[in-house]
């Protein structure tokens, strides 16, 4: 049985930077694409950044463009997220998932998601 397990969250100041790292067993990871969502108090959960199986193709939220890197090593099943000049409106709940399509940014073509860490960006 497939598991996903985030870390690294935290609490940080505005421009700061925190690296989310996800670890996932119980399945073949390297066949999976990768993706992290966040969800805000209140808010509905979105799409923030997605890998390819191979790591070769990511796709990003608009508004995470240059800030935020995903990246993987399927040698050590770990997909991160690398944050740097962190906004207040980052704050929010991460979540990592796994699926079949990068392309995709909707939650619901995401079958396997960990328990999220959360990130809070102080002002």
């Known amino acids: 049985q497939g598991r996903l397990v985030e870390s690294g969250g935290g609490l940080v100041q505005t421009g700061g930077s925190l690296r989310l790292s996800c670890a996932a067993s119980?399945?073949?990871?390297?066949?999976?694409?990768m993706a992290w969502f966040r969800q805000a108090p209140g808010k509905e959960r979105e799409f923030v950044a997605a890998i390819g199986w191979r790591g070769t193709s990511s796709y990003y939220l608009d508004s995470v463009k240059g800030r935020f890197t995903i990246s993987r090593d399927n040698a050590k099943n770990t997909v991160y997220l690398q944050m740097n000049s962190l906004k207040p409106d980052d704050t929010a709940v991460y979540y990592c998932?796994?699926?079949?399509?990068?392309?995709?940014?909707?939650?619901?073509?995401?079958?396997?998601w960990g328990q999220g860490t959360q990130v809070t960006v102080s002002s």
């Open positions: 998932a796994a699926g079949w399509d990068a392309t995709s940014r909707s939650s619901r073509e995401y079958t396997l």
């Open positions: 119980g399945f073949t990871f390297s066949s999976y694409a």
